[in-house]
């Protein structure tokens, strides 16, 4: 065998591990208490509609303590809970002493309480509803994108954490554009902070 057909494939395999390889994927978890259905929390608007029962039908806002007041019912809860859980505690208390076998139905017009704040170097800064599987690319999307002066390396989400304190991350938003990093997934609540660049 030739000293050069020995030479070659070392070389080789010197450039392959000189190559620069990737960042690891950073592992983004979302705490466990925080629930990513579509709950109602104050502010938000429903519509409760009672099948041939105008009255007992009609639109309501969760109140800032997370309740509401039903008409027979009185104030009930409506903090925390889906849709289908609220159309089934109105259609319990209907059903226990009033309405025999009551068709309830509840539509959720506005999710107030459940908002993602995109601010700084964005074309269209302010607060945009959150929806279940949002990422920081997609919420950045629809604040019209960065600015020419936005700091693309990395971008600030701020969210509440497990025990109620303040958390900041710096996320690798340039990275993930780019494909080098798994996108970033939003919670309700939290606030992403594009900077400016110092360079113009």
Do not use: W
């Not at 690891?24 to 929390?41: C, N, S």
């Not at 409506?78 to 859980?85: F, L, R, S, V, Y």
């Not at 170097?121 to 999307?141: C, D, S």
Request: with cysteine; aromatic share 6%; proline share 6%.
């Amino acid at each position: 065998m030739s000293r050069l057909s020995l030479i070659v494939p070392l070389l080789l395999a010197l450039l392959l591990s000189a190559c620069p390889r990737s960042a690891p994927t950073p592992d983004y978890k979302v705490p466990a208490q925080v629930d990513l259905r579509e709950v109602l929390g104050p502010g938000d608007v429903f519509e409760v509609r009672v099948l041939e029962d105008e009255g007992l039908s009609g639109t309501y806002r969760v109140d800032a303590d997370g309740t509401f007041s039903y008409p027979l019912l009185g104030v009930l809860s409506a903090g925390g809970k889906t849709a289908t859980e609220l159309s089934d505690l109105i259609r319990g208390g209907l059903a226990a002493d009033y309405v025999r076998d009551p068709q309830v139905t509840v539509f959720v017009a506005e999710f107030s309480s459940r908002k993602v704040s995109v601010l700084g170097q964005v074309n269209k800064p302010g607060r945009y509803a959150f929806h279940e599987e949002m990422t920081l690319v997609q919420a950045i999307a629809e604040a019209g994108g960065t600015t020419e002066s936005a700091v693309m390396s990395s971008v600030r989400v701020t969210r509440q954490g497990e025990k109620g304190e303040k958390i900041s991350l710096d996320v690798p938003f340039k990275a993930i554009t780019q494909g080098e990093h798994r996108d970033f997934p939003l919670m309700p609540g939290d606030i992403v902070f594009v900077a400016e660049s110092a360079v113009r």
